[in-house]
């Protein structure tokens, strides 16, 4: 009984003939692995070779956007930052403009007052004098209030590069003088040059805010066709 189940076990364990013959004959069971293998290779063998490229790029696409979609909201960022500061500054700036515009001359100021101060005490000075016999007394505190105010001015002046122009001889120039009227060249007055002044000038800082009022010496009646034109415009002084 043993035998004879040991016999039926290796019976159907052993391929049908058929099959062994077309395994002889080179032809494969459908479902034999070598058979799925075949499958599997012409499968792959029509179908393109880059299959897998596609998605590989599409991954690097969207990495690569990902990426710039960082940067642009970084430099968003940075550009309203950028644009914030900028206004600050701008505000800033005109802020500092106008406290210029308003306390720019605010030290000449008090340096005035000090000169208001010596021109009211002088004036103090003279109204409690009001004895004729001391008008004597009373000319003398004036003249020394008059010269220390003076001085100050001066000195102001000197401080904050407000400068006097003394163009007594110098050269007629338009841009610093006004011409009044000319007058005859005389002994050490050349033609052409300033020979006396009306109103003073003032430069500051070497630009001419007040232009000087002179009168400039020319040549004769007989050859005053031939002075400049500028200087021929205008008739003599009727002072001399």
């Not at 062994?20 to 034999?32: K, Q, V, Y």
């Not at 720019?104 to 000169?115: A, P």
């Not at 003088?177 to 300033?194: D, K, M, S």
């Not at 010496?217 to 002075?227: C, F, K, T, W």
């Amino acid at each position: 009984m043993a035998a004879r189940l040991l016999w039926a076990v290796r019976r159907q364990m052993q391929p049908p003939a058929s099959h062994a013959a077309s395994e002889g004959r080179g032809w494969l069971h459908p479902f034999s692995t070598a058979t799925q293998r075949t499958a599997g290779e012409d499968c792959n063998s029509e179908d393109p070779p880059d299959e897998l490229g596609p998605s590989l790029a599409e991954r690097a696409l969207k990495l690569k956007a990902v990426k710039l979609e960082k940067e642009v909201r970084d430099l968003t960022v940075r550009y309203q930052r950028a644009v914030a500061d900028s206004e600050n500054i701008r505000r800033r700036t005109q802020r500092c403009v106008e406290d210029a515009k308003i306390f720019g001359i605010q030290s000449f100021c008090k340096d005035l007052v000090e000169v208001a101060d010596i021109l009211e005490k002088t004036t103090e000075c003279v109204s409690e004098e009001t004895e004729p016999v001391d008008q004597r007394l009373t000319l003398e505190k004036i003249f020394r209030g008059l010269s220390l105010l003076e001085a100050k001015l001066k000195s102001v002046f000197a401080k904050h590069g407000l400068e006097k122009m003394t163009p007594i001889g110098d050269k007629y120039d338009p841009h610093e003088h006004e011409l009044i009227c000319h007058v005859p060249a005389g002994v050490g007055v050349q033609p052409g040059t300033v020979a006396f002044v009306r109103q003073d000038g003032y430069k500051l800082h070497g630009r001419t805010i007040r232009l000087a009022r002179v009168e400039v010496a020319v040549e004769s009646q007989r050859r005053l066709g031939r002075a400049p034109e500028e200087l021929r415009v205008l008739p003599e002084c009727s002072h001399l």
